[in-house]
């Protein structure tokens, strides 16, 4: 049995449970079966010595997490949950908190596994990252997935991960990995395409693509956390902090106060987005914004980027994701695409990384804590 409790439960742990519960009645379970024992948001905690029913979780926010849940408190709930037996346990955090991340070797020292989404413990201060490494590095557990901190539920870590481990030669990683910013220049840079810059990041932002405030998404910040954990797990020693990140929010409006005036103001800058995709069109090239790492020269980057149309990256549609490994055995490269972004596959690659751990530790086993 691999138990787990969800710290966090919001959107994507709210998805996962779902496919928790369908999978608790489905033939999978008696192979790999899979008990929630723990969850825990900002306010209240709900923890279980044996499996949350399907019916509690199924009413989850009220049955478990409602008025009379105990008041939340995170030491509590990882000694408790250390403290559980018949089986391995992960703590699955569905946050983007730096302070929860920071906890994972708090977790990892208690001999529980961690799974995440969360791209802060990995792309934040090398020190964690080295300490998190180190602590999930024996082969007896307990581990430590974050397949969704890049491509929510595309095989992106897994994939890096497999050509490294077997000796391949990265040469560079490439990829398209903001679903925002593949909407955004999928339909304003092509060819025909006649909207404005200001008029698609308002149709992003009306379906939900974009951050509340669009500048999150425009400043690449979050593509350069991506690129940030690919190096790393590709061996490079490269950060946020010296990593050159293009920004593309005009100057002018990276201080004003609120997402309405950026918005109200963007069509300012209609004639410089404009141009520049006048002049990529005109030399039969697409505008993408892209992550590089680089890893023969250590040139990593997160830019907006010229691309010609006969490209996989120009041909992109909708949100989707691109990445290419370019490797000494795949000099032609080895392309991942799909959706990148959405609780539903974030979830499902939450739920890959928890099926991992309980093939190798969720008969308890293999974990000296169990």
């Known amino acids: 049995m691999l138990n787990v409790a969800i710290v966090g439960p919001g959107l994507v742990g709210g998805a996962l449970i779902e496919q928790l519960v ?9 192979r ?19 499996a949350f029913t399907a019916a509690d979780l199924a009413q989850w926010q009220t049955t478990l997490l409602g008025d009379s849940a105990e008041p939340a408190d995170l030491s509590r709930f990882a000694d408790t949950l250390s403290a559980v037996s018949g089986g391995a346990t992960a703590v699955v955090d569905c946050t983007s908190s730096d302070a929860i991340a ?15 989404p969360n791209k802060k413990g990995f792309s934040g201060e090398m020190s964690l990252f080295r300490e998190i490494e180190r602590l999930a590095s024996s082969p007896l557990g307990p581990s430590v997935y974050h397949e ?19 000796g391949d030669r990265i040469i560079k990683i490439e990829g398209i990995f903001s679903g925002t910013l593949s909407y955004l220049f999928n339909n304003f840079s092509a060819p025909g395409a006649s909207h404005s810059f200001s008029a698609c990041v308002a149709v992003a932002k009306a379906n939900g693509y974009t951050e509340p405030d ?43 106060s609120t997402a309405e005036e950026f918005m109200e103001r963007l069509p300012e800058f209609d004639d410089h987005f404009s141009k520049l995709n006048k002049e990529a069109l005109q030399s039969g090239s697409v505008l993408r914004y892209v992550g590089f790492v680089d890893g023969v020269e250590g040139q990593s980057s997160v830019k907006l980027a010229r ?17 290419a490994f370019t490797t000494e055995r795949f000099p032609n490269p080895l392309i991942i695409q799909g959706a990148g972004a959405g609780a539903a596959v ?25």
């Open 346 to 370: 974030t979830a499902f690659g939450i739920f890959s990384d928890l099926i991992k751990i309980a093939e190798r530790f969720g008969s308890g086993l293999a974990d000296p804590k169990f």
């Open 214 to 256: 669009p500048r999150d998404d425009l400043n690449g910040m979050d593509v350069a956390r991506k690129v940030t954990i690919l190096g790393r797990v590709a061996g490079l020693d490269i950060g946020t902090d010296t990593l050159p990140v293009e920004n593309i929010v005009p100057e002018a409006l990276r201080g004003v």
């Open 307 to 323: 691309y010609p149309l006969d490209h996989p990256f120009a041909s992109l549609k909708g949100s989707d994701n691109i990445i």
């Open 32 to 50: 790999l079966p899979i008990a929630v024992v723990g969850l825990i948001n900002s306010k209240r905690m709900a923890l279980s010595s044996t």
């Open 102 to 116: 920071a906890l994972y070797p708090s977790w990892l020292t208690r001999g529980l596994h961690v799974v995440t």
């Open 22 to 30: 369908a999978h608790t009645q489905s033939p999978r379970f008696a």
């Open 148 to 166: 969704a901190t890049v491509g929510a539920g595309l095989p992106v870590l897994s994939t890096l991960n497999d050509l490294v481990r077997t």
